[in-house]
């Protein structure tokens, strides 16, 4: 397995090791992410005016929630919201915990541990839904539609669906000066040609980065209106949908 990559997720196979990457992640991924606060502050912050026609009482699901960074911004925010935090990583899912219990909003929040499947509530029952940096892990494109499918079930009709990924036509000539420059930003430092090598690989192989395009039709085959691109930055893209 590569050991370094600048996501951390090198030599990726199934759904079993991605979910021990971010059980040994969990410890240090705040403070890592720390590093690069403005770019997903960014997205949070556009986040709010996306969902700013929810009601003061809505339920949101947060998929992939990983340490709850985007739910703890929307709880501070929004102090009426209640969350359904899904996580198959159960380290990632402590560190969620601790984090809400330190934030006072632990009590809004509920915390599943394992995939959207096994989430015991009903469907049609979120008002809106989070999904950041997680659908990119799903390489084969039926499989990431049907992910999509689940989320779409859980929500109510016209429900809100805010959605980031890793983004870019890999075959397209701005592809080769964008990476490099992603690679800096992620390491901190000038990134070297081996680091820029293996992140290719790494988002060739473990990473399904993807044109715009392709992952707006992903979305849209799993139930949602078409897409909304409402957040750019380097290869972080997001996007506002509703569900059909
Ligand atoms: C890169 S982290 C993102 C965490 C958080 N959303 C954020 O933006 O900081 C991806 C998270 O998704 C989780 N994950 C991976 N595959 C998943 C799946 N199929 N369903 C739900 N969560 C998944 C991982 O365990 C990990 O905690």
Known sequence: MVKHDLLGVGGIVNTEDLVSVFERQAEHYDSRWQKVAPVYLGLYFLLESVFSSLSVKARVLCVGVGTGK?????????PGWRFTAVEPSLAMLDVCRRNAEAAGIAERCQFHHGFLDSLPEADNSYDAATCFLVSQFILNQQ????FFEQIARKLK??????????????ESVQYDELLPMWCSFMSGARATTEQIDRTKDAYTRDVAVLSADKVTAIIAAGGFE????????????GWFTRRI
């Open 70 to 78: 985007e739910l703890l911004y929307l709880a501070a925010k929004f």
């Open 157 to 170: 009709l016209g429900a809100i669906l805010a959605t980031a990924d890793l983004c870019a036509d890999t």
């Open 143 to 146: 499989d990431r539609v049907a």
């Open 226 to 237: 078409l897409p909304v691109p409402f957040f750019q930055s380097g290869l972080l893209q």
